[in-house]
């Protein structure tokens, strides 16, 4: 009986998987993405370093043409830009704009300032020369969030590029589209080819550029991601900026301006739908103004209006996922169940889309989790305290350390009071925000490292000795020799 053999077939290799947008105002997927594979992670990132050859050698001036054409074209395109921001992570359409216009600003502001940032600094010793040179590392590897999909990107790539270095980033999987129009700009600027590339995927294709041939890693994130990404990079020590979690304190004074307060508070509570590692989430309100000052916070969180971000008229829009909402629903319950008031809102919105309506509590203590967890949503709850020391006290009862805002007449004592707050910001009389003329970031469980300003420039740069001796010259003796 003749043996039948089994048919040959090729093995196929596995498809690539996708990354599904899903537009929170709808619910419903808009784009996919095919996933960037490690093979190709690792060929981007080879062509990273054999671009980082010329491109560190041209003058700090020559790259910075670049750096300023970039800005031209966000600026151009920064309706286009803002739209589809918009449509991936739900902020409200002229919070996008004006993120693409801040990205335009850091990038003119690093074009124009890069070379004093990098000018050697010259120093005395026993040699006929000795200075500090500022040379870049290599190829710097980048993972970034969704909340500030563009503004991230920049705040890394712009600074990394000023210094000489090369970048690959890898966006949020929420918002891949924003990150590659970063990418497209840059080669409409005329970047050379290979010096800033982007890469699309979900946590795989993170870890796969962690553990490529990358120099650097940056990250933007959750505190619990932050610890993952350290322990990878530190298989082969590489250097990490950290950026992760805040649980912001906005302290009111018993002798505050309440007005200005009370529209402050709108402003660093709801930016980005409340979505902001920076926003103000721990509100710490002397008893003696309290209750006037829960008023004039009623009557504000009263007026802002949910709905389409698109629509001029909004000002809340949906929060990026229904993993978010859920999240933010369940720590308003919380709080209830604990005794907290609830003054406005409180519930989602009914509809497609994953909206919740802004929401004020009073009553609130240190067993509810708004107040001893990152609280990333439209919810405001206020902490009574006896006295500017014990506000001041429970602002560093947290593991976290980004911002914090006090809110007195007493200028004064603003430099005590900024002493006193463990974070990496302290703004008096004012929301928190980012500036790229100073340096961003936090102490504590808030991150390592500092990102913008020359201090965030110098993160990302090998701080090299050099002492020249003329020929000749006696051997190190005694002292000299470690």
Same mark, same amino acid.
């Given at each position: 009986m003749a043996v039948q053999r089994a048919k040959k077939t090729k093995a196929r290799r596995p498809r690539p998987g996708l990354v599904k947008v899903v537009n929170p105002t709808t619910g419903k997927v808009f784009e996919t993405f095919p996933i960037t594979t490690r093979?190709? +992670?690792?060929?981007? +990132?080879?062509?990273?370093?054999?671009?980082? $050859?010329?491109?560190?050698?041209?003058?700090?001036?020559?790259?910075?043409?670049?750096?300023?054409?970039?800005?031209?074209?966000?600026?151009?395109? $920064?309706?286009d830009y803002g739209r589809t921001m918009t449509m991936e992570?739900? $902020?409200?359409?002229?919070?996008?704009?004006?993120?693409?216009?801040?990205?335009?600003?850091?990038? &003119?502001?690093?074009?124009?300032?890069?070379?004093?940032?990098?000018?050697?600094?010259?120093?005395?010793? &026993?040699?006929?020369?000795?200075?500090?040179?500022?040379?870049?590392?290599?190829?710097?590897?980048?993972?970034?969030?969704?909340?500030?999909?563009m503004w991230q990107i920049i705040r890394f790539a712009i600074p990394a590029l000023a210094a000489g270095n090369t970048a690959v980033i890898k966006p949020a999987s929420a918002s891949p589209r924003t990150?590659?129009?970063v990418e497209e700009a840059f080669r409409e600027a005329g970047l050379p080819d290979g010096v800033l590339q982007v890469v699309v995927g979900d946590y795989t294709t993170g870890t796969a550029l962690i553990r490529s041939r990358v120099d650097f890693v940056s990250l933007t994130g959750s505190v619990s991601t932050g610890v993952k990404i350290a322990r990878e990079a530190a298989r082969d020590l590489k250097k990490t900026v950290l950026e992760l979690g805040g649980s #912001?304190?906005?302290?009111?004074?018993? #002798?505050? /301006?309440?007005?200005?307060?009370?529209?402050?508070?709108?402003?660093?509570?709801?930016?980005? =739908? *409340?979505?902001s590692c920076i926003a103000a989430k721990r509100f710490l309100v002397v008893d003696a103004v309290a209750d006037e000052f829960?008023? $004039?916070?009623?009557?504000?969180?009263?007026?802002?209006? +949910?709905? /389409?971000?698109? &629509?001029?008229s909004t000002d809340i829009g949906p929060l990026y996922a229904k993993s978010q909402r859920d999240e933010i629903e369940l720590q308003v319950k919380d709080a209830v169940a604990k005794g907290a008031k609830l003054l406005v809102g409180g519930k989602r919105v009914k509809g497609p889309?994953?909206?919740?309506?802004?929401?004020l509590l009073g009553g609130v203590t240190t067993k509810m989790k708004v107040m001893r967890q990152e609280t990333? *949503?439209?919810?405001?709850?206020?902490?009574?305290?006896?006295?500017?020391?014990?506000?001041?006290?429970?602002? =560093? #009862?947290?593991?976290?350390?980004?911002?914090?805002?006090v809110w007195t007449r007493s200028l004064s004592l603003a430099d005590d009071i900024a002493r006193r707050? &463990?974070?990496?910001? +302290?703004?008096? =009389?004012?929301?928190?925000?980012? #500036?790229?003329?100073?340096?961003?970031?936090?102490v504590k469980h808030s991150g390592i490292g500092r990102e913008l300003s020359r201090y965030g420039l110098l993160e990302m740069v090998n701080v090299k000795t050099v002492q020249i001796y003329p020929p000749g010259s006696p051997a190190p003796q005694g002292p000299h020799v470690e």
């Open positions: 093979e190709q +992670v690792d060929a981007k +990132v080879a062509k990273a370093r054999e671009a980082f $050859k010329s491109w560190s050698r041209l003058d700090v001036d020559e790259r910075s043409v670049y750096l300023a054409r970039f800005a031209e074209i966000l600026r151009k395109r $920064k309706e992570m739900g $902020k409200i359409l002229r919070e996008s704009i004006a993120e693409v216009e801040k990205c335009a600003t850091a990038a &003119d502001f690093f074009a124009q300032n890069s070379k004093a940032f990098l000018t050697p600094e010259e120093a005395h010793t &026993d040699a006929q020369r000795a200075y500090i040179a500022f040379h870049p590392r290599g190829v710097l590897g980048s993972i970034m969030p969704w909340n500030f999909p990150g590659l129009f #912001d304190p906005f302290i009111v004074a018993e #002798d505050a /301006d309440l007005d200005q307060a009370a529209k402050g508070a709108i402003v660093g509570r709801f930016i980005n =739908n *409340g979505q829960l008023a $004039k916070l009623e009557e504000n969180v009263r007026r802002l209006k +949910v709905g /389409d971000p698109l &629509d001029p889309g994953w909206f919740f309506e802004p929401t990333f *949503g439209p919810v405001l709850p206020v902490f009574r305290v006896p006295s500017l020391d014990a506000a001041i006290e429970q602002a =560093n #009862d947290t593991e976290f350390g980004l911002g914090a805002s707050i &463990d974070s990496g910001l +302290v703004f008096v =009389n004012n929301a928190v925000k980012s #500036d790229p003329r100073m340096p961003f970031g936090g």
